[in-house]
Every structure is written in structure tokens, then in C-alpha cells.
């Protein structure tokens, strides 16, 4: 597992985040487990990292791909609808 504060360093001074980062992330505020599991402070440090220096496309998309993955995933697909089902 990546630590918090590997990740928060490393976009606090300007790098782009990969999916491996980002999932660890999105893992970290996802998880019951204490050791597992990132404090407000780590994340409120990430947030303001991100705030300062933005996200490029790809970080963005690494981001949505591990949140749609953090928990289930329902599979509409034998649902007959005519177009495709999103979420927020």
C-alpha cells in the first residue's frame, strides 16, 4: 500500500498522480479499517495539494475509475434499457 504521505508530497509538489496513487486514495477514505483508512488531516491535505495545482485529464480519469470501483458495481446490461445507465 502507498502511504498517505508519499502521495500528498508528491502532488503538493506538482506531480501528476497515477492510477496506482489514486487508488490508494480512493482506497484510504473507502476503508473501515483503521490502518487503512486516511485521516481528515491526510485528506484535507490532498485536497488542498489538488487545489494548488490542479489535476491533468489523465489523474482525473484515474480518480473516477477508482471510485466507480470502491464499492459494488451493478451490472444493467440485461436491463433492456436503450441507453446507457450513469450515476453520479
Do not use: Y
Not at 490532498?46 to 489523474?59: H, I, K, P, Q, T
Not at 484515474?62 to 446490461?77: E, I, K, R, Y
Amino acid at each position: 500500500m502507498l502511504a498517505p504521505a508519499e502521495i500528498i508530497r508528491a502532488k503538493r509538489d506538482g506531480a501528476a498522480l497515477d492510477a496506482a496513487q489514486m487508488g490508494a486514495f480512493v482506497s484510504g477514505l473507502a476503508s473501515q479499517r483503521s490502518g487503512e483508512r486516511w485521516s481528515e488531516g491526510q485528506v484535507a491535505a490532498l485536497a488542498m495539494a489538488v487545489c494548488l495545482n490542479g489535476m491533468d485529464r489523465a489523474e482525473c480519469v484515474a480518480l473516477t475509475q477508482a471510485m466507480t470501483h470502491s464499492g459494488d458495481v451493478l451490472d444493467w446490461s440485461r436491463a433492456g434499457f436503450d441507453g446507457p445507465i450513469v450515476d453520479k
